[in-house]
Nanobody, 120 residues
Framework: VQLQASGGGLVQTGGSLRLSCAAS????????MGWFRQAPGREREFVAA????????WYGDSVKGRFTISRDNAKNTVLLQLNSLKPDDTAIYYC??????????????WGQGTLVTVSS
């Protein structure tokens, strides 16, 4: 599975963005998907995950209620809707495929990341 993240950019506090992760490969729908982020000088942080069929989702405490993860297996795509953005959300966002969960070690495939910058 190859992953390509896109949709990052510069947005003001309170604004919204939608990140997309396009996957290649026939086995995409067999994988859980996750989003992680990493800001300069900080550890990689779990953001959200979704089960292979989309029935189950998980969120990091810092984004719960503001971000929404979804997937379209027919289009091999996972989306992350980011609302009510804060400067602390500034980071490179990575999508990953594997066993859905909070531990990055559970994921086998990673995209290259897309930068989200939130100005105050």
């Amino acid at each position: 599975v190859q992953l390509q993240a896109s949709g990052g950019g510069l947005v003001q506090t309170g604004g919204s963005l939608r990140l997309s992760c396009a996957a290649s490969g026939r086995t995409f729908r067999r994988h859980g998907m996750g989003w992680f982020r990493q800001a300069p000088g900080r550890e990689r942080e779990f953001v959200a995950a979704i089960s292979w069929g989309g029935a189950y989702t998980w969120y990091g405490d810092s984004v719960k209620g503001r971000f929404t993860i979804s997937r379209d297996n027919a289009k091999n795509t996972v989306l992350l809707q980011l609302n009510s953005l804060k400067p602390d959300d500034t980071a490179i966002y990575y999508c990953a495929a594997g066993s859905p969960g909070r531990d990055p070690g559970m994921y086998d495939y990673w995209g290259q990341g897309t930068l989200v910058t939130v100005s105050s």
